[in-house]
């Protein structure tokens, strides 16, 4: 059997969930807990029996630990993606990457220079419908792609954005970095690059510094539209809905789930590929076949890309170029 390989997470709010992941994922082992709330770290240390730091420094230094996981405010993940770094830890980043592209950037350069691993958390890629979908899209089983469109319409509370959400500083936005992110990392892996963007921005019904509405209409480089809208002004969370079409077919997901699928014509077999089922996994594979996470920092780049195309679009009111 080979060797675990050691995990420290950093932050424990949702991060606490992926010490679950890291826990019951086959050669990975959880080994020590980071968060600047000592109750709650303390809290997660005595559910997995391991240690825990309250200044993530420290954590860096065992050696028993070769993946950091960094699931703290989204505008801390570069500084502490390029910390773990620069001491020979290998990295998964939740979701946005960062919150601008240059500190996204700096992180995938640091990586790249020490020579370590850096891997992006986008968990719904590694659903097997949404698979199903892009290995559909490159077999070309629906024609040329004309329409790609994703909507997520949810509610937050006021109470929700007491904290660090909704500011652009550790948020980097709001509906679209934050919840949209997901839907537009798929949109971006389905329909291909982005070439030019228009978008739109607005707070409706929370008192934030960023959008609690934002929609952008996209052109991309096959010649595809598309469309993005993410909202949390409504009055509960509804499935979010991803509907792509060609000339020849067409999809349509409602949370991960395939609930249409029409191919007109010969359907090709979709190859078996083997997928890594959850980023852990995928960092797993990288560094035992010492190769680039299947996510990784320049694919976790591409949808905040995107994301930051509609905001200057949006404060300048006209069409963005975007350069990927
Ligand atoms: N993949 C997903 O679906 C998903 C879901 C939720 C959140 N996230 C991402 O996870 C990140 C955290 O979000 P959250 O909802 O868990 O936030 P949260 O506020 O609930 O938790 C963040 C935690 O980080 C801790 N923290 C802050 N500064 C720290 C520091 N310097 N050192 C150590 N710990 C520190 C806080 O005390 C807190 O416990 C965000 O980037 C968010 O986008 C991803």
Not at 163 to 177: R, Y
Not at 226 to 243: M, V
Request: charged content about 30%.
């Amino acid at each position: 059997m080979e060797k675990e390989i050691g995990f420290g997470v950093i932050g424990l709010g949702m991060g606490a969930n992926r010490c679950e992941m890291v826990s019951r994922t086959s050669g990975a082992k959880l080994v020590a807990v980071c968060d600047i709330n000592e109750e709650r770290a303390k809290e997660i240390a005595a559910r997995y029996r391991i240690d825990y730091y309250t200044d993530y420094h420290k954590m860096l230094s065992r050696d028993d630990i070769q993946v950091i996981y960094v699931m703290t405010p989204s505008g801390m993940h570069g500084e502490m993606t390029i910390e773990a770094a620069k001491r020979g830890k290998n990295v998964i980043t939740t979701k946005p990457i960062e919150v601008t592209l240059e500190k996204a950037d700096e992180m995938i350069r640091e990586c790249k220079a020490q020579g370590v691993k850096l891997a992006v958390d986008f968990q719904s890629r590694y659903v097997r419908d949404n698979i199903r979908i892009y290995q559909a899209i490159q077999n070309k089983n629906f024609g040329k792609l004309i329409l790609g469109e994703v909507r997520l319409k949810w509610y937050r509370s006021p109470e929700y954005y007491e904290g660090w959400h909704g500011t652009w500083k550790l948020d980097g936005g709001g509906s679209l970095i934050n919840q949209t992110i997901h839907q537009i990392d798929l949109l971006r892996w389905f329909m291909g690059p982005v070439e030019k963007v228009f978008g739109q921005i607005g707070i409706f019904s929370h008192k934030i510094e960023t959008e609690d509405l934002g929609m952008g209409l996209l052109n991309f480089k096959n010649g595809a539209f598309g469309t993005i809208l993410g909202t949390t002004t409504y009055f509960e969370d509804t499935p979010p809905l991803i509907e792509i079409h060609g000339d020849k077919g067409g999809v349509k997901t409602e949370g991960n789930k395939i609930k249409f699928w029409k191919i007109t014509g010969e359907e090709r077999p979709l190859e078996e590929e083997n997928f890594p089922h959850n980023v852990v996994e995928d960092m797993l594979q990288a560094i035992r076949e010492d190769k680039e996470p299947w996510i990784n920092g320049e694919e976790g780049r591409k949808s905040l890309e995107v994301v930051m195309g509609i905001y200057e679009s949006s404060r300048k009111g006209r069409i963005v170029k975007l350069l990927n």
